[in-house]
Structure formats: structure tokens, C-alpha cells
């Protein structure tokens, strides 16, 4: 994460006094901007379509001479109530605030009687109405209000307060966001009332609107002067692509980018007498206090413009068109028989074993309580296997099934599973009965592995990428290396605008029986945006390489390198970091440790802090055969004599070493290094080339024991 510390204290020390209403959109926005200033390419985009659409729109309704009209549109909305403890947002207050929305985005609001006939004028009606979901994302029958209790008395507004639309951080995981509108109900830091995120700007799984509880609906614990549903319009105006209509600078020179709003120097407080004007409004009928997107109490928030409206439908069409065709407002229509495969839970991904027992989720989609059905599957276009499932299941309820064993074939494989025969009958709906999954199994490899990417074929054979979010992750890259390396694989994590996200490339499976010792050999190449020796980001994208002997259960960490210990070059990128051939650096791991775990991958993983690219390339396993003198005593020391450069070489890391020190027979101390200095070989290596001949001693101090004493002699 990169540092806005100061422009954080910056905005905190401007706001005003609490009591006063506090939107944290645009600052959430600016920390995103902050992090990856190409978003604020991207905002400019998005508002310069808007700006050439809405001009269109005036030309065609100038021409018309007539006024723009919208189809009506209904958006299924999902309210997550995220309180320690929930029961005091009631129904009845969830229902309230989107009787509110409906009323004030179609311009049913009657309170649009206190504006001045100058501004009745400019009421613009968006046809866009509101509904509690009728269904979940998975199809079962919803509410549209999801209750869950937080361990947290308050959330932030960074990243538009992130952390409530998580359940890993004690909020609730969005439902589709391309499907729903997601409210979170919550309490709000600071005082602030709601946090919105704009189209484009935040990932996919984090948008929405986040509410503070206290102005939430008009009802229960909704408190004056926020108790009229105003702040959900208002947020919602910003998910929609609204700036605040004063252009979020105390000046003239900003604006939100609409013609029919005038232009005012800053944001409005209470609920003021008609007109106002300021020095940028300085005569009648002054600035638009009563606009949505001004921060009036909620009994003075009464219009969005016609030109807004505009850029709301705007939006919906270009950047939020998936709403558009969610059935999440459709109710349910249960048949009286209806057994479906909701999922396949295993197999998925690739295979460490041939053998495979599938596990599915059974769902009873039917009005009739299930008793008995058929699930069956089948690999490709092979045997089909079929498990005779009893109980009793009722309606919309699930039960976990394991199914009959089978054996893969080596490579790429679509499972099917399906239900027949619900309760002995036919189903009444064959549609929904299927669900597939992906699968693979390759055998062991061979000594030695060699990958440099050359291949079009990504991931090779064998391999396998984890790419939990679905968002960027590890992809195949051309490369200017001055050798025969023109290719090799990239993490985009500039372009990475999240914290912490994971992304993992493994190898194929390696049986390393009868093996001495294994050593991993790869090409990094690594930048990062901020400057490695002047941040105080604790933040950065961290490169792991593990080994997992258990089929990506667990995993043992043989390397973690970040920041300054990562990097190829220190000099800061602001820009996609393409590495020269000059900004390589060849790495080592000594694998041996991991052998007695039998079987093994070798698992890359980037973690994500939204610095910037990292590169791989020539990842080469070996073998080495173990001198039978370090296998027995678990040290070796020499060559005994030298005539210049000793070893010490350890079977298996020291994890107590402090140091090792050369003295010579006066006692004084030669070479010194310490314990941390190991190498990817287990070694340490000490140069008496330009020492005189004679006796001396190689001394390992540990921690907490004793001191070991090895006697050398030095020859030409």
C-alpha cells in the first residue's frame, strides 16, 4: 500500500465538526487515486463519456423540442445489516428506506414542493425503481436483508470501508455485484454517514454503498436530521457516477460536471433558507442547496437535475448494464419435483492422485420433500457412475454427497454430475439438474526440471495457477534478455489495485525417492512504485516459494522475500516495470529438507500490495548426490588442506546458528559471517587465499549450545 499518511491528515484536519453530514466517497476515491494514479486516467474517461452523452441527449431533445423520457427499470438491492447487534435495524426501517429510494430517483418525492419554481423546472425523473431481492445469488428464496453480527463496534471508510464486505474481516461478502446492488448497514468511523464507490475504481467484489445506521430509512434508529432516506440517495447518486455538486474543492474553478447545477464554492450544511448565494453563485436564484448531491440535512434534499438523470441512466447503461437483466427481483417458481446438483465440490483443479472419489452438493429445488434420487457423473464422455442417494430433504435444503470412486486418465478433464429420478419420478425441470467442473492429473516428472516458458502452451503441462479473485495473476510475457530466454511469466501487480490478494503457479508433482538432495535454481526480476529505501510502507508485494506435500493443504515456506530483500533494480517505477537484461537476478533454494515428506510441488506465490510487476524465469530442479561423510555427521568442513577457499556445508539448515569464525593459531579472528549468510547450497564459503600458510580453526557458535571447533590447514 502506498503512503497517503499526509494527504489523509490533510482531509481529516478540513472536515467539518461531527453533527455536520460526512460523505466519504471522494476521499476513498482520492486514497484509491493515491495508490494508482492511472484510476484518475480512467475517472476522466468515464466522465468525458458522460459529458459527450449528455451533450447528445440535449441536442436530440433540442431538436425534438421535447423532453427526454426513460423506460421504467426495477434494481434488485440487497441490504447486509453488519451490527454487534442487528436486531435494531428492523424490517420495517429496511423497508422504509427503499420506499424513500423509489420515491426520490422517479421524482414522486411530494417535499419537492419547498423548491423555488426556477428550480421545479429542472426535476429530473430517472424511472429507476428499487426492490428487496426475491432471490439469492445461489437461487434460493431471500428476503433481500441479510443479518450478521460483526465483533467490531465501527468500520472505516478506507477503500470505501473494505473491511464490512468481507466476512474474513468481520462483515458480510457481497452478494454479485453485477447482479445486485449491495447496501451495507453499518456504524460508520469518524461520523461519517455513507461511503459509495464509483464505476471502475474499486474491484468488482467491493461495490456498493455503505450506510451508517444512524441514517439509515426514516424509521428506528435513522436520527434527525438524517432520518429521511436522503443518504442512501445520495450514495447511491455516487454509485451512479454523481459528484458532489460544489466539485469536491472549495472553489469556482471546480465543478461536478453538470450544466443544469450551478456552480457553488462549497458544501452546504443544515437546512438554509431559499436563496443562497456565495462567490460563485452571487445572485439569484443563487446555488441548488436542495440537490441530492449537496450535504443539507435530509428535510432540505428534495432533486436530482434533469442532466443528472441523465448520467445516471448513463451509467446503468454503460457501466452498470448487468443490472439491468439480474433476475434477482423475479420470484421464485418452485416446481413440485426438482433435484439439481447445486455444485461439485471434488474434484477440482488438478489432481495429485489418479483416484478420485467426487463430492457434490445436492439441492431439493422442489415443493416436495426428496427422499430418494439418482446422482450420477461422468468424466469426459466416459463411464457414467451412479451413487443411489436417500433421506429426507426439504424444500431448498442441501446435503453433501460423496459418490462412487474412479481413476483419471493423465491431462485435462470436464466432470459432470446430474440427478435423475427424484423420488422415482421424472423431474420436472431437467435444466437445473447439472453442474461441471474442471479437472486434471499428471504423472510424477522426472530429474531435472526445466521451464523457461519458451512454449506458447501456458501453464505447461503439469502446471497449475491459483487465481483466487479471478483478477489478474501469473500470465506469459515477452522478455528482452540478450540470451535464449524471449519469454517469461509476469505478476501485473501494478495494475493490482487490492492489498493482500494471493496468486500461486505450481509445478507438476515430484516423487524425489531415492534422491541425495534437491536444489531450485529461477530468474526474479522485481520493482516496486514506492522508493524502497526512503517509504515507510509496511506494505509490499512479497514473493513466497513453498513446497506442499499434501495436495495444497499445507505448505512449508523456503523463501519470503519483499521490498528491499526482493527488488532487482531501487530505483522507483511509477510505470509498468519491464525488466532489462541487466535486472535479473538468479536465485537458489535448497530443497533437500523436504524429501523425507515423500512427494512434493513447488508452489511461486505473489502477494499483492499494489507496487509493481514481478517476473520468473528458467525455474530449473536438480539433483545432487550427498557425500555419504555429510549424510552421516550433518557438517562438513574442508578441503582439508586448502590452498585457499573452505566450505562448510550443512545437510540441513541450521536454524540456532549464530556464527561461523576463521581464528588463526594467535587466536585472531580472520573471516567471520553470520548464520543468516547461508546460501541456497547450505553453505558458507570463506577465502584464505591471500592468508600465509599454516593451522586454523573454523568455530560454529550457536545459540544456547555449545560452540563446535574445526581444525584446518592451509596450503599452496
Not at 10 to 22: E, H, I, K, M
Not at 515 to 520: G, R
Not at 655 to 675: E, M
Request: contains cysteine; aromatic residues 10%; hydrophobic residues 35%.
Amino acid at each position: 500500500m502506498r503512503n497517503f499518511t499526509l494527504f489523509i491528515l490533510t482531509v481529516f484536519l478540513s472536515l467539518p465538526a461531527l453533527g455536520q453530514r460526512q460523505c466519504g466517497t471522494e476521499i476513498a476515491v482520492q486514497e484509491q487515486i493515491k495508490e494508482n494514479p492511472s484510476l484518475q486516467v480512467l475517472r476522466d474517461k468515464i466522465e468525458a463519456r458522460n459529458r459527450s452523452k449528455i451533450s447528445a441527449i440535449k441536442l436530440t431533445r433540442a431538436e425534438a423540442k421535447t423532453t427526454a423520457t426513460y423506460n421504467t427499470v426495477t434494481i434488485p438491492v440487497v441490504v447486509h445489516i453488519v451490527l454487534q447487534n442487528t436486531a435494531v435495524v428492523t424490517d420495517a426501517q429496511v423497508q422504509s428506506q427503499i420506499d424513500v429510494l423509489n420515491r426520490d430517483y422517479a421524482a414522486l418525492n411530494t417535499d419537492t414542493s419547498i423548491l423555488p419554481s426556477v428550480w421545479k423546472t429542472l426535476v429530473g425523473d430517472s424511472k429507476i425503481q428499487f426492490c428487496l431481492a426475491q432471490r439469492t445469488p445461489s437461487g434460493e428464496v431471500t428476503s433481500g436483508i441479510e443479518r450478521v453480527t460483526t465483533t467490531k463496534s465501527s468500520f472505516s471508510i478506507t477503500s470505501a470501508a473494505k473491511a464490512v464486505k468481507f466476512a474474513s474481516s468481520s462483515g458480510a461478502d457481497q452478494w454479485d455485484g453485477t447482479k445486485y446492488l449491495n447496501i451495507w448497514v453499518c456504524h460508520l468511523e469518524s461520523g461519517y454517514l455513507g461511503v459509495a464507490t464509483f464505476p471502475g475504481l474499486y474491484a468488482d467484489n467491493q461495490q456498493g454503498v455503505v450506510i451508517d445506521y444512524t441514517g439509515f430509512g426514516t424509521t428506528g434508529t435513522a436520527a434527525s436530521p438524517y432520518n429521511k432516506g436522503r443518504t442512501a440517495t445520495h450514495e447511491i447518486g455516487h454509485y451512479f457516477n454523481l459528484r458532489h455538486i460544489w466539485g469536491d474543492e472549495d472553489a469556482c474553478a471546480a465543478d461536478d460536471g453538470i450544466d443544469d447545477t450551478p456552480k457553488q464554492a462549497k458544501a452546504t450544511y443544515g437546512c438554509p433558507a431559499w436563496p443562497q448565494v456565495d462567490q460563485c453563485a452571487t445572485s439569484n436564484p443563487g446555488y441548488m442547496f436542495e440537490n441530492y448531491m449537496d450535504y443539507s440535512d435530509d428535510a432540505c434534499l428534495v432533486l436530482f437535475t434533469t442532466e443528472q438523470v441523465d448520467v445516471i441512466r448513463a451509467t446503468l447503461t454503460d457501466d452498470r448494464a448487468s443490472l439491468l437483466t439480474s433476475d434477482g427481483c423475479t420470484p421464485l417458481n418452485l416446481k413440485t419435483l426438482d433435484a439439481e446438483v447445486e455444485s461439485v465440490i471434488t474434484p477440482y483443479n488438478q489432481q495429485c492422485d489418479a483416484s478420485i472419489t467426487p463430492s457434490v452438493i445436492l439441492k431439493n429445488f422442489g415443493l416436495t420433500t426428496l427422499t430418494k434420487v439418482n446422482i450420477n457423473y461422468q468424466v469426459d464422455d466416459g463411464t457414467v457412475y451412479t451413487t443411489a442417494w436417500t433421506g429426507s430433504l426439504a424444500a431448498l435444503k442441501t446435503d453433501t454427497v460423496s459418490l462412487a470412486n474412479s481413476t483419471l486418465d493423465v491431462g485435462e478433464h470436464i466432470l459432470k454430475a446430474f440427478t435423475t429420478l427424484p423420488n422415482g419420478s421424472a423431474d420436472n425441470d431437467a435444466t437445473n439438474d447439472t453442474a461441471w467442473t474442471t479437472t486434471s492429473y499428471y504423472n510424477n516428472i522426472t530429474f531435472p526440471l526445466k521451464e523457461g516458458f519458451e512454449s506458447s502452451t501456458f501453464p505447461p503441462a503439469g502446471w497449475e495457477i491459483s487465481n483466487p479473485d479471478g483478477s489478474y495473476t501469473w500470465e506469459r510475457t515477452a522478455v528482452t534478455r540478450g540470451d535464449s530466454s524471449y519469454y517469461a511469466i509476469e505478476m501485473r501487480n501494478l495494475a493490482y489495485d487490492v492489498n493482500g490478494e494471493i496468486d500461486d503457479i505450481r509445478t507438476p508433482t515430484i516423487d524425489p525417492s531415492g534422491v541425495d538432495s534437491i536444489f531450485l535454481f529461477f530468474d526474479v526480476a522485481a520493482a516496486t512504485y514506492s522508493d524502497v529505501n526512503g517509504s515507510t510502507n509496511d506494505l509490499w508485494d512479497s514473493l513466497l516459494v513453498m513446497t506442499t506435500s499434501d495436495c495444497s493443504q499445507t505448505y512449508d515456506t523456503l523463501y519470503n522475500k519483499w521490498g528491499k530483500t526482493l527488488v532487482t533494480t531501487t530505483t522507483p517505477k511509477t510505470s509498468e516495470f519491464v525488466p532489462t537484461a541487466a535486472q535479473w537476478r538468479r536465485d537458489s533454494i535448497n530443497l533437500t529438507p523436504i524429501i523425507k515428506k515423500g512427494q512434493f510441488r513447488v508452489v511461486f506465490r505473489n502477494v499483492s500490495n499494489a507496487e509493481n510487476n514481478i517476473y520468473l524465469d528458467n525455474i530449473n530442479i536438480i539433483t545432487r548426490s550427498t557425500p555419504a561423510y555429510l549424510k552421516e555427521k550433518g557438517i562438513a568442513v574442508g578441503p582439508v588442506p586448502t590452498s585457499g577457499q573452505v566450505y562448510v556445508t550443512f545437510l540441513e539448515v541450521p536454524d540456532n546458528l549464530d556464527f561461523i569464525g576463521v581464528y588463526n593459531t594467535s587466536g585472531q579472528l580472520i573471516a567471520k559471517q553470520r548464520g543468516s549468510n547461508i546460501d541456497g547450497s547450505n553453505r558458507f564459503t570463506f577465502d584464505l587465499v591471500n592468508e600465509p600458510n599454516g593451522v586454523y580453526f573454523v568455530k560454529l557458535i550457536y545459540r544456547n549450545s555449545k560452540a563446535k571447533t574445526y581444525k584446518i590447514i592451509k596450503v599452496n
